[in-house]
């Protein structure tokens, strides 16, 4: 029995030339569903409901508030892109890594790049840092599945 069932499709059709590219835009377009909607959540619970001035006018009101809650949805966005990249592609680290971090650092860029003249130098650091911190943890949490 093959890979397929009963279709008769063999684990050789996998390798196609767009086999690749389909595995990565795959593993790209989870992450970028789990990213949109973890924010989401995040900026309707959290910005609305929980930060105010008072809050948020503290490092560590931020820290918790803004900077904890965005490495959350970057390791959950970076777990679910890795989750998603199939064998035989997720076997090359370039390939896996290209696909599990991508959209994060894709969405670092243009959030910097939007909001370039209202940067801070803590808002500078800290975001990269969050961004660091979850695709570490959304990697750790792939690899520890995946060994399980």
């Known amino acids: ?27 790209w377009a989870a992450g970028v569903v789990v990213l949109l909607f973890t924010e989401y959540v995040q900026a309707t619970v959290v910005y609305e409901h929980v930060a105010t001035a008072a809050r948020m006018g503290t490092f560590g009101g931020r820290l918790l508030l803004v900077h904890l809650p965005n490495a959350l949805c970057v390791a959950l966005a970076v777990w679910a892109a890795a989750r998603i990249h199939r064998a035989p592609f997720r076997d090359s680290v370039p390939r896996h890594l290209t696909a599990a971090l991508a959209v994060p650092v894709a969405a670092q860029l243009l ?38």
Do not use: H
Not at 8 to 25: H, K, N, T, V, W
């Open 1 to 27: 029995m093959t890979r397929y069932g009963s279709t008769g499709a063999s684990a050789r059709e996998d390798e196609g030339p767009g086999a690749a590219l389909f595995a990565l835009a795959r593993a």
């Open 111 to 148: 959030n910097m790049g939007l909001q370039w003249e209202r940067l801070s130098v803590e808002g500078l650091l800290m975001s990269n840092a969050v961004l660091v911190l979850g695709c570490v943890a959304g990697c750790a949490a792939d690899r520890l599945q995946e060994d399980a």
